[in-house]
């Protein structure tokens, strides 16, 4: 039986392959998880729509991510931290505190998308990059001071 998958399945097929299973793969494991659809004419046409409308998503998904990178890009936000007489900071300056600091100035990013090359373990100005998107990457400047 020839099956059109509609999502990659392991050691199977991927998205948009047109492969042969057995009816009772088909049956009993495929079409429930709704992974496939028999290769008619009329799911053919619905996979190219629904491939079609993802296309579309991804694409909003990538402006909408460009866009907040301009937006963010070059812009600097603050974060007190305790540091000793050396300028040496108690600690390190985390995603997270970064995190806050951009929702502060109404940029919400998550923490996990901060990148940050190496720990700031002390006062002063660095360039961290903020991946929006697999194929957006943001920089943002971090002001340390003292707090």
Known sequence: MEVILFDDVKDLGRQGDVVKVAPGYFRNFLSPKGL???????????????????????????ADAQALAKKIEGITVTVKAK????????????????????????YHVD????????????????????????????????LVERA
């Open 36 to 62: 496939a659809a028999e290769a008619t004419p009329a799911n053919r046409h619905r996979f190219e729509k629904m491939k079609k409308k993802q296309q579309e998503l991804a694409a909003a998904r990538l």
């Open 83 to 106: 540091a000793g007489e050396t300028e040496r900071l108690f600690g390190s300056v985390t995603q997270h505190d970064i995190a806050e600091a951009l929702a502060a100035a109404g």
């Open 111 to 142: 923490k996990r998308h901060i990148i940050l090359e190496e720990h700031i373990k002390q006062l002063g100005l660095f360039t961290v990059g903020v991946q929006i998107h697999p194929q957006v990457e943001g920089k943002i400047r971090v």
